[in-house]
């Protein structure tokens, strides 16, 4: 497929097969399409169709959204039927094949899932859609909460596939082909990163082989043809090599790149952002996002994400995809993924002390523990420090990992009611995340917790908080980053290369250097956050608006969370004694989505 083709990412879809299908579809209130019983199909937006010839002499349609750099949709029919989805297509997809002569469904999300894709099962009928909204509105799910769900939101920030808000529905989990036959739907994952590891050699031509990949994929993902485009620019590495990258393949068209900055201090990374677009001559346009706007955009992040979507730098994402769409802009690129495939998190590197500390003898360790435990019994905040290292440094992983992401966990007989903690256990969130770990091939202990946040924290945070912030102001995204080519180089080169002692990134920066400016490859990592600990703090009327959404009546009516806790988290942020912001902003987008898509009949 031609990149001059048009980004097709904007439209959705309910496709259902079974008795149910055409009354279930018929509510979805879309554009109905016309498909042969026990099929049916509405759309909205960009939804490409075709049809293609089958195994032997059969025929089988097809649907897609997405927005392909390589293979075209509907490509290879006669395989993909049988076997898991062509590796070679690169880009973003959802796709669905059925054959008008047998109930037979099958359906593809891409490597990351960056599109969602949902599926219920009941009466004997098959309802798939690209939004859950779709699915709540065909009157198919019986709109049960799924208590285990909202446990991992308020752990991960997000609910994490093949979990959804509501018990009979299901989203279908990255690089995944999904089966419906003989009334039955079962799927296998054709597509998980591999590690081998296998490249050695000199270190300067290592490098110089990374960069000539990392360009390969951020060209192959630049729009051609008429699309207006631009960049995401944070000021950080990933995005500035993007930028930069772009920018040197045809000096005399000026890549255009947006960023948001917040008054609050630590809350403006833009001089960084001004440091690299300067040096490779782009076009760079800002925004300051004020308090009142921030809050204003929260309803945004209630209306644009299909589900509850607990992190709060969807904030700043909202505003810099609407600064992009005002500036005429149809497609973005963004740095997601770089950090988990370069080796760019401070929590690897903190990792792999914690992994040293681990392998100790027996002996040793609990001895280090003993001593932890008496640190941590004093005021002190650096022998508790010392206490908090012995106590996760003696887990393995992934538990030790998990121990970033467990809010829910660590106050779980505080924070939920009794009849909450009887339907789902404390370590419903850290089980899930082991069975994510234990997904793939055998690799190095850097590269299995790699392997999970690409799985986790990439495809189901991250991605899903650009697409939903760009498809709600109306352009798209493009990631060159989580390019599964990209994906399996970096896979081959061993862990040294990404992080090395305390030293992150390593051949990456390596390979970036005379290409990102030095300020911008050496800066630390800040993220691309939301300054509500200081709002929340210091703010009066962001506290008040906060304290009525969560001790309203209708909140309390659910029976999930303690109030006199969520009190004392309110409290305890105030005071300054611990940072409670995420897991308090947490808790309002919940209960605000709740209200505005599944109370409501």
């Not at 509907?74 to 993909?80: D, I, N, P, S």
């Not at 690129?333 to 992994?355: H, P, S, T």
């Not at 069975?435 to 946040?453: F, N, Q, T, W």
């Not at 691309?528 to 709002?535: C, E, N, Q, R, S």
């Amino acid at each position: 497929m031609s990149d001059h083709a048009p980004i097709d990412v904007l439209g959705d879809f309910v496709f259902a097969c079974g008795p149910q299908a055409a009354h279930w579809v018929d509510r979805c209130g879309l554009t109905p399409a016309a498909v042969a019983a026990p099929f049916a199909l509405a759309t909205r937006g960009a939804v490409r169709r075709g049809a293609a010839s089958g195994p032997g002499d059969g025929a089988v349609d097809w649907l897609a959204i997405g927005d392909l750099v390589a293979g075209a949709f509907g490509e290879g029919v006669a395989t993909h039927l049988d076997v898991p989805a062509q590796a070679a297509w690169r880009g973003r997809f959802v796709q669905v094949l059925w054959q008008p002569d047998a109930e037979r469904v099958v359906a593809f999300t891409d490597h990351f899932a960056t599109l969602p894709l949902y599926a219920l099962v009941g009466a004997g009928s098959l309802l798939l859609s690209t939004d859950l909204r779709l699915i709540l509105r065909s009157g198919a799910s019986a709109r049960e909460v799924d208590l285990a769900a909202i446990y991992h939101y308020l752990n991960f920030g997000c609910i994490p596939a093949p979990s959804a808000i509501c018990t009979d529905i299901r989203r279908i989990e990255p690089g995944t082909r999904i089966v419906w036959e003989n009334g039955r739907l079962h799927g296998t994952r054709y597509f998980l990163p591999r590690y081998p590891a296998d490249l050695h050699g000199d270190e300067d031509a290592l490098a110089a082989h990374l960069r000539e990949h990392i360009a390969a994929s951020v060209l192959a993902y630049r729009p051609a043809g008429d699309s207006a485009w631009g960049c995401f620019l944070s000021g950080g590495t990933d995005s500035s090599s993007i930028v930069t990258l772009l920018a040197r393949e045809r000096p005399a068209q000026r890549v255009r790149t947006f960023s948001i900055v917040f008054a609050e201090p630590g809350y403006d990374e833009t001089g960084f952002a001004r440091i690299a677009a300067q040096a490779c001559g782009a076009d760079p346009q800002t925004a300051t996002v004020s308090r009142e706007q921030a809050t204003a955009l929260l309803d945004s992040v209630v209306a644009g994400y299909d589900q509850p979507f607990g992190n709060a730098s969807a904030i700043p994402t909202i505003a810099c995809a609407r600064l992009a769409a005002q500036h005429g802009m149809q497609v973005l690129l963004g740095g997601d993924g770089g950090d988990e495939i370069f080796g760019g998190n401070q929590r690897y590197a903190k990792d792999q002390v914690m992994e040293m500390f681990h392998r100790l003898p027996s002996p040793l360790k609990a001895a280090a523990r003993g001593i932890g435990r008496l640190a941590g019994r004093t005021p002190l905040h650096l022998l508790k420090r010392v206490d908090n290292f012995t106590e996760r440094a003696s887990l393995p992983n992934p538990d030790r990992f998990y121990t970033d992401d467990s809010f829910a966990s660590d106050y779980y007989e505080d924070l939920l009611t009794p009849a909450f903690r009887a339907a789902v256990p404390r370590d419903a969130s850290l089980d899930l995340m082991r069975g994510v770990y234990a997904l793939g091939e055998p690799a190095s202990p850097l590269h299995r917790i790699m392997r999970l946040d690409l799985l986790m924290a990439i495809a189901q945070n991250d991605i899903t908080k650009v697409h939903g912030a760009c498809k709600s102001a109306g352009i798209s995204a493009r990631f060159p980053y989580i390019d599964p080519a990209l994906v399996a180089y970096t896979g081959r080169l061993p862990q040294r290369c990404k992080v090395r002692g305390l030293d992150k990134r390593h051949l990456f920066k390596r390979a970036m250097e005379g290409v990102i400016p030095q300020a911008v490859l050496q800066k630390k990592k800040q993220g691309f956050g939301l300054p509500i600990a200081v709002w929340l703090r210091h703010d009066a009327a962001f506290q008040g608006g906060v304290r009525e959404v969560l001790f309203d009546a209708r909140t309390r009516a659910r029976g999930w969370f303690d109030a006199t806790f969520v009190e004392r988290l309110i409290g305890e942020h105030l005071r300054g004694s611990w940072d409670h912001s995420a897991a308090i902003w947490s808790l309002v987008v919940l209960e605000l989505w709740l209200r505005r898509h599944l109370d409501a009949a």
